[in-house]
C-alpha cells in the first residue's frame, strides 16, 4: 500500500502540478517500492509501475485486454456506443445501419486486442508511410493554420478540444480518405 505522501505526490502527477510533472521519477520509483501495483482512486483505475508487471499486462490479452484498458472485459466497445448515437440521428441511420449489423460490437485499432489489432494496422498503414505523411505537409500547414487563426480570432479558446484534438483529428481524417465535409461526422 502506498504512503499518505506517495498518493499525494500521484495525486499532483494527476493533476498536472509543475513540480510534479516536472520530474515524475521520484514519485514512480517510490510507487514502484511501496505499492508496485496500486489503484488510484482519482484515476478510477490501476497504475503500474513496475516493468516486468506492464509487460506482462501488455502480453497477456486474456486477462488484460485493450477493449476495456480500465475495467473488465464486457466484449463492448465505447465505439459501438457511439456508432449506435450516430445511428439513430436520421441522417446517418441508413448510412450505419449495415454496419452496426456487422461490426458494431467489434473492437477497433486503439482498443483491439490480437489479432485483430495486426489486421486492422495493416490496413491503414499505408496511409501513414512516411512519404505520405510528407506529402500532406501542405495540408497538415494549412489547417495548423485555420486552426490558429480561429482561436486569435475569437480571443479564446478550448485549446484541447479545438487544437489539440481537431488537428490530429483532420489529419487522420484526411490520410483515411474522409472527405472534408464528413469530418464532424469522422470526429464523433
Not at 483505475?45 to 508487471?53: G, I, L, P, S
Not at 495486426?118 to 489547417?143: G, H, Y
Not at 480570432?153 to 478540444?161: D, K, L, P, Q
Not at 490530429?168 to 465535409?181: F, K, Q, R, S
Amino acid at each position: 500500500m502506498a504512503s499518505k505522501e506517495t498518493e499525494e505526490r500521484l495525486s499532483a502527477l494527476i493533476d498536472r502540478e509543475q513540480d510534479a510533472i516536472g520530474c515524475p521519477y521520484p514519485i514512480f520509483s517510490a510507487l514502484r517500492d511501496e505499492s508496485p501495483i496500486h489503484f488510484s482512486d482519482k484515476l478510477g483505475t490501476w497504475v503500474c509501475t513496475k516493468y516486468e508487471d506492464i509487460m506482462e499486462i501488455l502480453h497477456d490479452t486474456d486477462r488484460f485486454s485493450s477493449l476495456m484498458p480500465t475495467g473488465p472485459r464486457d466484449g463492448r466497445s465505447g465505439f459501438a456506443t457511439s456508432m449506435e448515437e450516430l445511428a439513430a440521428d436520421p441522417s446517418m441511420a441508413d448510412y450505419f445501419q449495415t454496419f452496426l449489423a456487422n461490426a458494431a460490437n467489434a473492437a477497433v485499432l486503439l482498443n483491439a486486442d490480437p489479432p485483430e489489432h495486426r489486421r486492422q494496422r495493416k490496413a491503414v498503414n499505408r496511409a501513414f508511410r512516411p512519404t505520405r505523411l510528407r506529402s500532406m505537409e501542405p495540408m497538415i500547414e494549412k489547417v495548423t493554420s485555420e486552426l490558429i487563426d480561429e482561436i486569435i480570432n475569437n480571443g479564446e479558446s478550448e485549446f484541447v478540444a479545438e487544437f489539440a484534438v481537431g488537428l490530429p483529428m483532420t489529419i487522420i481524417a484526411v490520410a483515411l480518405g474522409v472527405e472534408t465535409d464528413n469530418l464532424a461526422t469522422f470526429k464523433k
